[in-house]
């Protein structure tokens, strides 16, 4: 699950192709994104310019599971994985099936996020493995794993690379704050034990903070980048029916 903020770069005026389908793009505002699970799993809105936050559903029942996402500013859309295959989701909140990844094992990934260069990074935590897949519609490699990357990160509930630190993923994992190492996969910890519940959900905004979103609590986390310490943002204000896993 990753909760991305709308305001990474406004992407109004892109030009995309028109070999197929497209929908609205993501604007600049003060909207960040979540994909979660409420009955089926969706994609949420979340509010910031509200007191508190509220978080409410852009799409009904879908019936495509659009987990592991990471927003493009390239051009505006939300990419992510669904057991091998890339979807698109546009700013209503409709997920466009774009076919078959080559190279990439049919198996869930729980995470997900783009890198400053537009491609999509997924996870695989039974293998501890991250892989680079190319989702530029014009490039001789579009829709192929163009990378992969081992690591020692285990198990982690969302990751986000930084803006201005290209070869940086951070991450939550247990009660751990991670920083991961995209050149070797080291993976070091920032933070351990914090006093905290599962982060499903982190992001990272185009000044370079980090934040993240409490499961079950519905709390949003500020995080210090250098040592981990997390500063409460308070309760998020749920309107949908059922919390989101």
């Known amino acids: 699950i990753e909760l991305i903020p709308a ?7 892109v030009t995309v192709s028109p070999s197929f389908s497209v929908g609205p793009t993501f604007i ?3 909207t960040f994104y979540v994909s979660g699970q409420d009955g089926t799993i969706d994609l949420h809105e979340l509010n910031r310019s509200t007191t508190p936050f509220d978080i409410s559903r852009v799409n009904l029942n879908s019936g495509v599971n659009i987990d592991a996402i990471g927003i493009r500013r390239q051009d505006g859309y939300i990419y992510g994985s ?3 295959n890339l979807l698109r989701i546009d700013s209503d909140g409709a ?5 078959r990844i080559y190279q990439l094992p049919n198996v869930t990934y729980n995470a997900a996020a783009v890198d400053v260069d537009g491609y999509l990074w997924v996870y695989r935590e039974s293998n501890s493995k991250f892989y680079r897949i190319d989702v530029d519609f014009s490039s001789s490699t579009y ?4 990378d992969s990357l081992s ?4 198990s982690l509930e969302d990751f986000v690379f930084h803006p201005y630190q290209q070869n940086s993923v951070y991450a939550y994992s247990g009660s751990d704050v991670k920083q991961v190492n995209m050149l070797s996969g080291l993976t070091t910890s920032i933070a351990s034990n914090q006093s905290r519940g599962d982060l499903e959900a982190m992001f990272i905004d185009p ?3 980090l934040f993240g979103y409490e499961d079950g609590t519905g709390v949003l986390w500020k995080f210090d980048i250098n040592t981990g310490e997390g500063i409460n943002l308070g309760n ?6 059922d919390p989101i896993d």
């Open 7 to 13: 305001d990474y770069g406004d992407t109004r005026g």
């Open 28 to 30: 600049c505002d003060a």
């Open 82 to 84: 669904n057991n091998g």
């Open 95 to 99: 997920a466009t099936d774009l076919g």
């Open 143 to 146: 829709r192929e794993v163009v």
């Open 151 to 154: 690591s020692n990160a285990g």
């Open 207 to 209: 000044a370079g903070n």
């Open 236 to 241: 998020v204000n749920n309107s949908i029916s």
